[in-house]
Nanobody, 126 residues
Framework: QVQLVESGGGLVQAGDSLRLSCAAS????????MGWFRQAPGKAREFVAA????????VYADSVKGRFTISRDNAKNTVYLQMNSLKPEDTAVYYC???????????????????WGQGTQVTVSS
């Protein structure tokens, strides 16, 4: 059973940076497609970034492109989300997600991920 645990959230000011981490259990982390999503109060969950298992290719939501970077360290079973130039509208609970089916796809649809972490709160004050 793959478990995902996020960490690194917090309260920061606009313009600051944060790095989120998502540690995964299991022996085949390098085979997982990984993604980050977020959900703000009263809003639907939205895609943030994803990284492919096979070549590390990435895709980002337009709202975070150029400010956020997703990366993975397969030796540490961890995926990261480096968030720079944070804005108040980035305030949300951030979730990491895994597709453990050995897919080579880059998924932006949350329905394609079957494992989810518990989330970590990111609050950006103006």
């Amino acid at each position: 059973q793959v478990q995902l645990v996020e960490s690194g959230g917090g309260l920061v000011q606009a313009g600051d940076s944060l790095r989120l981490s998502c540690a995964a259990s299991g022996r085949s982390f390098s085979a997982y497609a990984m993604g980050w999503f977020r959900q703000a109060p009263g809003k639907a969950r939205e895609f943030v970034a994803a990284i492919r298992r096979s070549d590390g290719n990435t895709v980002y939501a337009d709202s975070v492109k150029g400010r956020f970077t997703i990366s993975r360290d397969n030796a540490k079973n961890t995926v990261y989300l480096q968030m720079n130039s944070l804005k108040p509208e980035d305030t949300a609970v951030y979730y990491c997600a895994a597709d453990t089916s050995w897919t080579t796809q880059l998924w932006v649809d949350g329905k394609e991920y079957e494992r989810w972490g518990q989330g970590t709160q990111v609050t950006v004050s103006s």
